[in-house]
T-cell receptor
Framework: DGGITQSPKYLFRKEGQNVTLSCEQN?????MYWYRQDPGQGLRLIYY???????QKGDIAEGYSVSREKKESFPLTVTSAQKNPTAFYLC????????????FGQGTRLTVV | AQKVTQAQTEISVVEKEDVTLDCVYE???????LFWYKQPPSGELVFLIR??????QNEISGRYSWNFQKSTSSFNFTITASQVVDSAVYFC???????????FGKGTMLLVSP
């Protein structure tokens, strides 16, 4: 089945630790995105990538890093510099530059303990 | 800068009632795209509809309908004869021409009780 896979579904991290969230897609989409969702808030863009080996900061990139070494994969690292990392993280993909709909993964819920 | 406002935080209805979810947007572009997504308790966002700024025709898909009015910068979503399975958070979103990133509203939680 074509789609986006995020793993793990739940993640617990101790303060001061970096953690990497996985996102893989087999839709052959060029563009991939990371959004953060907090209770009662909409989705806010962290990073996005329109093509392999290139990515841009979104509205709330501080404390996060990404890589795009393969078309299918766009991992997100939440670093210790992110002051409030507990949130629901959603990965998405779409065709680049055509304003088509984005397809979303099932999300990773990160909790800092 | 673009902005999407969903003023209704939460709506509760009884099954079979009709319900309208409001969405108001702001953008300086003349070409833009509007979307609605559904987020069930499982968490992933499910695409419902995409509309471009030049197409003001209302759309109906089964029990769902959308009313796009450029004059009031609104793109409202109506569910007719609501069902318990419609319970979810619904997001309205906007993207500008050539940019595939989405600006989301804060969402409206719809609770449909039996």
């Amino acid at each position: 089945d074509g789609g986006i896979t995020q793993s793990p579904k739940y993640l617990f991290r101790k303060e001061g630790q970096n953690v990497t969230l996985s996102c893989e897609q087999n839709l052959n989409h060029d563009a991939m995105y990371w959004y953060r969702q907090d209770p009662g808030q909409g989705l806010r863009l962290i990073y996005y990538s329109q093509i392999v080996n290139d990515f841009q900061k979104g509205d709330i990139a501080e404390g996060y890093s990404v890589s795009r070494e393969k078309k299918e994969s766009f991992p997100l690292t939440v670093t210790s510099a992110q002051k409030n990392p507990t949130a629901f993280y959603l990965c998405a993909s779409s065709m680049a530059g055509r304003n088509t709909e984005a397809f979303f993964g099932q999300g990773t819920r990160l909790t800092v303990v | 800068a673009q902005k999407v406002t969903q003023a209704q935080t939460e709506i509760s209805v009884v099954e079979k009632e009709d319900v309208t979810l409001d969405c108001v947007y702001e953008t300086r572009d003349t070409t833009y795209y509007l979307f609605w997504y559904k987020q069930p308790p499982s968490g992933e966002l499910v695409f419902l509809i995409r509309r471009n700024s030049f197409d003001e025709q209302n759309e109906i898909s089964g029990r769902y309908s959308w009313n796009f009015q450029k004059s009031t910068s609104s793109f409202n979503f109506t569910i007719t004869a609501s069902q318990v399975v419609d319970s979810a958070v619904y997001f309205c979103a906007l993207s500008e021409e050539g940019y595939s990133t989405l600006t989301f509203g804060k969402g409206t939680m719809l609770l449909v009780s039996p």
